[in-house]
Nanobody, 121 residues
Framework: QVQLVESGGGLVQPGGSLRLSCAAS????????MGWYRQAPGKQRELVAG???????NYADSVKGRFTIARDNAKDTVYLQMNSLKPEDTAVYFC???????????????WGQGTQVTVSS
């Protein structure tokens, strides 16, 4: 079994910052790409930022220059530093990871339970 546990969401004023964390645990051989998605009420889930196992990153245009994704491979953890937050960043943020449970096995996609981020004055 594999689990992704997120933390760090909450309520913040516009212009503020939050840092999300997501730790993978369980039967893990290797964690490959990791990423953060978000889903606002009435909208589809969208990719916010992704990072490969060798630290190549990509971002949604709406967050470029404000959000930074990073990972700690020793801890199987991915982070999302969110600065200059706007009300339109309000959403449930989900962690995703592609994880090999055994050598030579294909990677499976795993999701965290989601953490609420609310940006409001």
């Amino acid at each position: 079994q594999v689990q992704l546990v997120e933390s760090g969401g909450g309520l913040v004023q516009p212009g503020g910052s939050l840092r999300l964390s997501c730790a993978a645990s369980g039967s893990i051989f290797k964690v490959n790409s990791m990423g953060w998605y978000r889903q606002a009420p009435g909208k589809q889930r969208e990719l916010v930022a992704g990072i490969t196992s060798d630290n190549n990153t990509n971002y949604a245009d709406s967050v470029k220059g404000r959000f930074t994704i990073a990972r700690d491979n020793a801890k199987d953890t991915v982070y999302l530093q969110m600065n200059s937050l706007k009300p339109e960043d309000t959403a449930v943020y989900f962690c995703n990871a592609y994880i090999q449970q055994k050598r030579f096995f294909p990677s499976g996609s795993y999701w965290g339970q989601g953490t609420q981020v609310t940006v409001s004055s």
